[in-house]
């Protein structure tokens, strides 16, 4: 059974940092780009950042440019976001995702992250 599973969400003040995980499971990372998207509350899905497989040059929505990084780790099969400077519009639900050819067509359940002003 193929699974994305997101921790690592929570309360924080603004200013503060969390780090996101995302295991996976039934599928091998390396073989995908990952990517973590999240929804504010009555709002679209969005991306935050996505990082090939290759783990060349990572991207990243210009709202997070500089406080968030993006990571993975092939050998514990898991990808990892972390966000410092937090505010309150980074408020939302945070979900991984891997994409093997065009579209993402693996999503994990979603983190729910909520920040404090």
Do not use: H
């Not at 997101?6 to 924080?12: A, K, M, P, Q, R």
């Not at 603004?14 to 995980?21: E, K």
């Not at 599928?27 to 990952?34: A, E, F």
């Amino acid at each position: 059974q193929v699974q994305l599973v997101e921790s690592g969400g929570g309360l924080v003040q603004a200013g503060g940092s969390l780090r996101l995980s995302c295991a996976a499971s039934g599928l091998t990372i390396s073989n995908y780009d990952m990517g973590w998207f999240r929804q504010p509350p009555g709002k679209q899905r969005e991306v935050v950042a996505e990082i090939s497989r290759s783990a060349s040059i990572p991207l990243y929505a210009d709202p997070v440019k500089g406080r968030f990084t993006i990571s993975r780790d092939n050998g514990k099969n898991t990808v990892y976001l972390q966000m410092n400077s937090l505010k309150p519009e980074d408020t939302a639900v945070y979900y991984c995702a891997a994409r093997r050819d065009i579209s993402w067509q693996t999503w994990g359940q979603g983190t729910q992250v909520t920040v404090s002003s």
